[in-house]
């Protein structure tokens, strides 16, 4: 029951899966592993006998999937958003969690949704949808042929969860992926109105940073607010020292 509880929080989120039998095989795999919360993002319209082929006895997972326009939408009531790539550059992330990693850090988050995002088939997750999470997963692979097929890779993260799976921190909640987007937004707005900001992209760059680390550190409500009034306080104090600069001499 405990192992049940732990895996019931995590959704697996497919964003535009071109081929609906990927979709019956990412449900199997996730069925086997004891994870049934799906979300498909985007407006594709899926061959109904592909996907019951392919899922088999796990339709069921299909039936109750989530449909999502877009991915910001599906991870809005997440605490901690993580996406399924093996690609690195300037625009993505500066670390990956390994899937085992990972098992251990769900673990020791408190209560509320965890959402994996995959990508598509042919070219995985884009720059901004990658953004769009806190954080990574990388699946080590042979540098001779490094692809896996998206139900494989769904299988191996999901496998490594079932098997990692313990009892999470209870009492606590932890801060919606929305309302940490309201909040960065905000840190960085103070930043900005004091003078931070001197060069290129530097105010996307850190809005995107304050975004992952909160949502990594999962704060509670009470928390996220003590942590935004170290901004609001900075940029008063910022302002106090300017007006006093300017001030006429008598």
Known sequence: MEREAYLSRVRIVLVDTQD????????RAMKTMGIEDLAIVGERVYDEDRVRTLALHAADVWERAKRFPTLEEALADSIFTVGATRRRGKFRKLSAYSPEQLSEKI??????RISIVFGR???????DE????????????SESFPSLNLSQAVQIICYV?????LVYKQGMVAVSHDTVKEAAAEMTDHLAAMGYFKMADEEKWTNQ???????RAALSGEELRRFSKIFRKAELIAMHKREEKDAPVS
């Open 130 to 141: 990658v953004a769009l999470c806190s954080s990574i997963v990388t699946i080590p692979t």
């Open 209 to 215: 940073l304050l975004r992952d680390i909160i949502e």
């Open 161 to 165: 969860l079932f098997r990692g799976a």
């Open 20 to 27: 609906g039998a990927n979709i019956g095989s990412v449900c």
């Open 107 to 112: 673990s020791s988050l408190p209560e509320g």
């Open 121 to 127: 088939e042919s070219d995985g997750l884009r720059d």
